[in-house]
């Protein structure tokens, strides 16, 4: 199986060649590119290999940049450090989508799908990406309604509708309310970004996932940047990076 790989760090490229190389022995990996820019050159220069990882920020953009630019007919799957691209992923060329650090069983349950759907077909090549999407059916997820938070020695209960924002500093991962209160969680943030409505909060950094409903403005702010003004207080610039500006526009509903 030939396998091409987008990724622009290092680290994370030489664990997922590792991994690919222990659940799928004989694998060969064709190319390791870091950029939207060098991944279009190589597809319009190279023939398709059997299946696509692709990180989504890569160091020009994020890759969803790429299938605007040509048109990609294997199989991707997505890897990232956070899980707000998910919705998007899935409605380009995605068949899976990986949470960094990628772990040995979620990649062999992966590469297992890709197989099972390979072989759903007579012919021996995948057909027309198209085809192969409309035979997925992703579940529907379920959101929670509501967070067991602490506040001392007490256990509160807070509606999901409710929370302004998480953040996280120093190791501590705090819940404030649309009210201004301050609660503590046992959680870090990317596991409750899987637990929440996508639609509804967005990971703006790796400091704050903030709640549609808390935000006051949005600012322009230098080198691309955006700066988020909540409603309530925050004792700290809560700010967007100029690779995540764009996502942020579209899920506000630019």
Not at 17 to 28: M, N, R
Not at 133 to 159: H, N, P, T
Not at 172 to 178: E, G, I, Q
Request: charge should be negative; avoid cysteine; proline fraction near 3%.
């Amino acid at each position: 199986m030939k396998v091409l790989i987008i990724e622009d760090e290092a680290p994370a490229f030489r664990r997922l060649q590792k991994v690919l190389e222990e659940v799928q022995p004989g694998i060969e990996i064709v190319e390791v590119l870091d950029s939207v820019e060098e991944s279009i050159k190589w597809f319009n220069n190279h023939n398709a290999p059997d299946l696509v990882f692709m990180d989504i920020q890569l160091s020009d953009g994020l890759s969803f940049q790429i299938f605007e630019n040509i048109k990609i007919t294997r199989p991707v799957i997505f890897t990232t450090a956070f899980d707000e691209y998910m919705l998007k992923a899935f409605k380009v060329n995605s068949i899976d989508y990986l949470l960094k650090p990628i772990k040995k069983e979620d990649l062999a349950q992966s590469i297992q799908k890709f197989h099972e759907m390979k072989s759903a077909f007579s012919d021996r090549e995948l057909p027309d990406l198209n085809e192969l999407i409309s035979k997925i059916k992703v579940d529907d997820r379920k959101y929670k309604a509501r967070f067991l938070a602490k506040q001392g020695e007490k256990l509160v209960s807070v509606e999901a509708s409710n929370i302004a924002y998480f953040q996280t500093r120093h190791g501590v991962v705090h819940l404030v309310t649309l009210q201004d209160k301050k609660y503590l969680m046992d959680k870090n943030l990317d596991e409750l970004g899987l637990q929440l409505d996508p639609d509804k909060f967005f990971r703006a950094n790796r400091q704050y996932l903030i709640n549609f409903s808390a935000i006051k403005t949005v600012h322009k702010y230098h080198k691309g940047k955006l700066l988020v003004e909540l409603l309530m207080s925050s004792d700290e610039s809560l700010t967007v990076s100029s690779e995540k500006a764009g996502i942020f526009r579209e899920w506000l509903g630019e």
